[in-house]
């Protein structure tokens, strides 16, 4: 099966109690994105007794396949967590291995804080959540429901700890009315139910369809068209030899009107409608680009400019200075590790920050030497190890690159034309403190540049526990988004 690699890494069996009394549940899953089998997934609870109490043991392990223009990617995902005869997590560890980086992350509730604790690459972080009686654990939504299944029109709110991004985030949950939906080529009566999920200032949703015995048999996310059905063991293993789907290509934005100029552009202007975003401008305003209403709902006008290192404005807005997050070691940013310190002294002084800025822009472009779509977010440290990665792994080791010589630095994510796609790709790259203003450059050009085709959604300093909250702001317009270019202005 293709993913056995990857399997062998991740093992929830081995942890398992010698004292397991009995198997409360065992749950086979089928995901698909946009139709398409690209995995699996296994849920199973175990009660066994500690100082003659009934505790539970929650294991899930989800492994998928795609692939990144062309290349195949795997993922595994291992949660476990240890429920006290309350039904209150005590502790957990959970391992994700998102293309072949392994982060191990372990937990314990002390007092009135989980303690976390994350292993990557050689690097260790540590922090303390507040954690109080309002807090739940992993999968606490679908214990929730099967103990006390939802009625037609009944709403409910929670905190719940989130596998992967390792953070508490409020979902609402709000049950719609009994409805035939089609589960793997069967009609079944189920109760749509819509998830909303707020973290970090961000808002995903999901449709879960529960039964009358409050089991979710199936879940929907439109994001990425992504689709988890309850189903047998054969069945979810036998769907994994289908082609796996690609993540790129099926999320590339097409671009609307002629766009064969923009490349060289000084700026551009597009027509951009986003769906479900009411009058919350999609994108923000920055030194490249501004946002304003198109006259027409959810139509916006956006105005981008290509980088020019020779012209800047100093900024008035104070709370977009650079930020001690800007300038500090973390997990995903280690400029103090010595492979980075190396790299950033091999490039010369420059008679101004800017320039010097696209000259280790210009320098990361170099010593990346195989340009690698198979991990989602590898360190710093581990780029410039292994010389290997995608946009994300140049926007970490050119951030690394800048904070060590001096320059506050942040990640940004937003979408980039792609000429051969023939329309927006999801992209990273840098905003590095130039001469008291945020430049932009991204160290996948060879010569660090961003064009007007470059449109930022978020900027992060990748300083919280998973780094992968970066990629929310994302979530907002993605699946969801029309881009037409209305003009373009040369020099």
């Not at 790709?425 to 007007?452: K, L, S, V």
């Amino acid at each position: 099966m293709a993913m056995e690699g990857v399997a062998g890494k991740i093992s929830a069996e081995e942890n398992v109690p010698a004292t397991m009394q009995r198997v409360v549940q065992d749950e086979w899953e089928l995901i698909e994105l946009s139709g398409v089998p690209a995995g699996y997934g296994r849920f199973r609870e175990f009660a066994f007794a500690r100082e003659e109490k009934v505790f539970h043991q929650i294991d899930s392990v989800m492994r998928m396949r795609m692939r990144r223009l062309g290349q195949k990617v795997e993922v595994a995902i291992s949660v476990q967590a240890t429920l006290d005869p309350a039904g209150r997590m005590t502790d957990f560890r959970t391992e994700t291995d998102l293309g072949g980086q392994l982060a191990v992350t372990t937990g314990r509730v002390r007092g009135e804080n989980l303690e976390v604790t994350t292993r990557q690459g050689g690097q260790v972080a540590t922090e303390r959540i507040p954690w109080g009686e309002e807090n739940h654990g992993f999968f606490y939504e679908q214990r929730l429901l099967e103990k006390h299944p939802m009625v037609p029109g009944e709403q409910r709110k929670f905190s719940g700890f989130l596998p992967i991004f390792h953070r508490v985030a409020v979902t609402t949950l709000i049950a719609g009315a009994w409805t035939e939906t089609t589960l793997l080529n069967q009609s079944k009566e189920l109760l749509p139910i819509q998830s909303q999920t707020t973290l970090a200032g961000q808002q995903f949703t999901a449709t879960l369809w529960m039964d009358r015995r409050g089991r979710i048999l199936k879940t929907e996310e439109p994001t990425l068209g992504q689709t988890v059905t309850r189903t047998t063991k054969a069945k979810a293993l036998a769907e994994q030899n289908a082609a796996p789907p690609d993540l790129i290509a099926g999320t590339v934005i097409p671009l609307k009107g002629k766009s064969s100029a923009l490349s060289t552009a000084r700026s551009a202007r597009y027509r951009v409608r986003v769906t479900g975003t009411g009058d919350k401008p999609p994108f923000p305003d920055s030194g490249a680009q501004t946002c304003r209403p198109g006259g027409e709902k959810e139509t916006w006008d956006l105005v981008v400019q290509a980088s020019n290192d020779r012209e800047s404005s100093r900024t008035k807005d104070h709370k977009n200075l650079p930020q001690a997050a800007d300038r500090a070691s973390n997990r995903y940013i280690d400029q103090k590790d010595v492979t980075i310190r190396q790299l950033a002294a091999e490039v010369e002084a420059a008679e101004t920050e800017a320039v010097l800025a696209r000259a280790l822009a210009e320098k990361v472009y170099v010593w990346i030497t195989r340009k690698d779509f198979s991990t989602v977010l590898a360190t710093a440290t581990e780029v410039a190890r292994t010389r290997s990665g995608d946009c994300t792994e140049h926007a970490v080791l050119l951030a690394a690159l800048a904070r060590a010589r001096g320059l506050p630095a942040r990640v940004v994510v937003g979408l980039v034309y792609v000429p051969s796609l023939g329309g927006f790709a999801y992209h990273m790259w840098n905003q590095i403190w130039c001469e008291g203003a945020w430049r932009f450059f991204d160290a996948t050009r060879p010569d660090g540049r961003c064009g007007a085709g470059h449109i930022k959604i978020a900027d992060a300093a990748l300083d919280d526990q998973s780094g992968l909250t970066v990629f929310l702001p994302v979530m907002g317009v993605m699946g969801r988004t029309e881009i037409e270019l209305r003009e373009l202005v040369h020099d």
